[in-house]
């Protein structure tokens, strides 16, 4: 693997990206900021004491040379349906690991889709080191090596963390698209709210429903559990009014309406403060069962959704920048860095097993 010592962070000026920015220089971290706005990223820039560039994703489709001298790019710029597959093509090209923030099963899906060139490249593909998905992909390698046999695999979160705004785009995005479940190896298009049930994530019983998360994707990669399902909580209320939703997803897909909801997000979502970021942690529950009906659960504690992907996305940049012995191609947190990454990052806290 290359070793330039040198990263990339691209999307620096967004609410996210800021965080890791403004982190990595307290870690003693001097990534080189990016994104398409000229005075934003310069005035952050100025303000941490970093070197930048300027640059749109759609100039990468034509001048690899942008990231020729970087070692790693951590791409922060959502949602990552647009800016991901330009930026893994010219990762490949310019020899570059790429990592980013997502939960869109589209874009894991895609890096796996990239798995033989980025290997041939030399080069790590993974996407998705920041709270989608690390925990939840840690808990599916988990329960995977407590139960090797299992067939079926839950995963859900409670989180009482707000939105940042790309976050909120991301899942405005996503409503046309329905609901993800795995269901015998294939990813398979349910409706919103598809399945409900009652979880205990960690602080006692809740209804849930099924979401499109993006451990539909990757937790098949780690584990290669062929029946994947991930909940989050849902009041009656909620759950009513996205099936209800289903019978206008198409509208949701027209392009004014998206871009007024879009709108909309940016006038009025500005992602959670940092006394919200260190109160609102978040609990992690999991679930194998196997052909035989024996099930296990765990249950873990960890840091709010946010700073968890600021810590985890720094821990992997640093890991990949010392290490020479990764194995290159697409791959998932869990799978490049065990299941116990999870238990590295601040604010995680005892992992409970149950039998049920």
């Known amino acids: 693997m290359t070793q330039k010592q040198q990263w990339l962070l691209y999307g620096a000026y967004g609410y996210t990206g800021e965080l890791i920015a403004r982190q990595a220089v307290k870690d003693g971290l001097q990534p080189i900021l990016a994104g398409r706005d000229s005075d934003k990223t310069a005035d952050l820039a100025q303000q941490l004491g970093l070197s930048h560039v300027v640059f749109s994703v759609s100039d990468l489709a034509g001048n690899n040379d942008l990231l020729k001298s970087y070692d790693?790019?951590?791409?922060?710029?959502?949602?990552?349906?647009?800016?991901?597959?330009?930026?893994?093509?010219?990762?490949?090209?310019?020899?570059?690991?790429?990592?980013?923030?997502?939960?869109?099963?589209?874009v894991f899906e895609a890096a796996a889709e990239r798995?033989?060139?980025?290997?041939?490249?030399?080069?790590?593909?993974?996407?998705?080191?920041?709270?989608?998905?690390?925990?939840?992909?840690?808990?599916?390698?988990?329960?995977?090596?407590?139960?090797?046999?299992?067939?079926?695999?839950?995963?859900?979160?409670?989180?009482?963390?707000?939105?940042?705004?790309?976050?909120?785009?991301?899942?405005?995005?996503?409503?046309?698209?329905?609901?993800?479940?795995?269901?015998?190896g294939l990813i398979k298009e349910v409706p919103l709210a598809y399945k409900t049930r009652r979880i205990d994530f960690g602080g006692g019983?809740?209804?849930?429903?099924?979401?499109?998360?993006?451990?539909?994707?990757?937790?098949?990669?780690?584990?290669?559990?062929?029946?994947?399902?991930?909940?989050?909580?849902?009041?009656?209320?909620?759950?009513?009014?996205?099936?209800?939703?289903?019978?206008?997803?198409p509208i949701l897909a027209w392009s004014w309406v998206q871009n007024r909801l879009k709108k909309r997000?940016?006038?009025?979502?500005?992602?959670?403060?940092?006394?919200?970021r260190q109160e609102l942690t978040t609990f992690i529950?999991?679930?194998?069962?196997?052909?035989?009906?024996?099930?296990?659960?765990?249950?873990?504690?960890?840091?709010?959704?946010?700073?968890?992907?600021?810590?985890?996305?720094?821990h992997v940049v640093k890991a990949v920048l010392s290490s020479q012995k990764l194995t290159p191609g697409y791959q998932t947190p869990s799978r490049l860095f065990g299941a116990d990454l999870i238990k590295q990052l601040p604010g995680t806290q005892a992992v409970m097993l149950n039998d049920t």
Request: glycine content about 8%; some cysteine.
């Open 205 to 249: 019983q809740k209804l849930a429903m099924t979401i499109p998360w993006g451990d539909v994707a990757t937790a098949y990669y780690s584990t290669e559990i062929q029946n994947i399902e991930v909940y989050i909580p849902a009041s009656p209320r909620l759950v009513k009014r996205l099936k209800k939703l289903n019978w206008i997803r």
């Open 72 to 106: 790693l790019v951590l791409n922060c710029a959502g949602p990552f349906s647009q800016t991901a597959d330009i930026f893994m093509d010219a990762c490949i090209e310019a020899q570059c690991h790429y990592f980013d923030i997502t939960g869109e099963i589209g």
């Open 265 to 276: 997000i940016e006038k009025t979502v500005k992602g959670p403060d940092e006394q919200a």
């Open 115 to 184: 798995h033989q060139p980025a290997t041939l490249a030399d080069i790590i593909l993974c996407p998705g080191v920041g709270f989608d998905v690390i925990p939840t992909d840690c808990m599916a390698a988990m329960l995977k090596q407590a139960m090797p046999d299992a067939t079926h695999l839950n995963l859900g979160f409670d989180s009482r963390s707000g939105f940042s705004p790309g976050t909120a785009k991301t899942s405005v995005e996503a409503l046309p698209e329905g609901g993800r479940i795995r269901e015998d």
């Open 285 to 314: 529950w999991g679930e194998v069962s196997n052909a035989t009906g024996e099930r296990l659960q765990k249950r873990m504690q960890v840091a709010n959704g946010y700073q968890l992907t600021v810590d985890g996305s720094l």
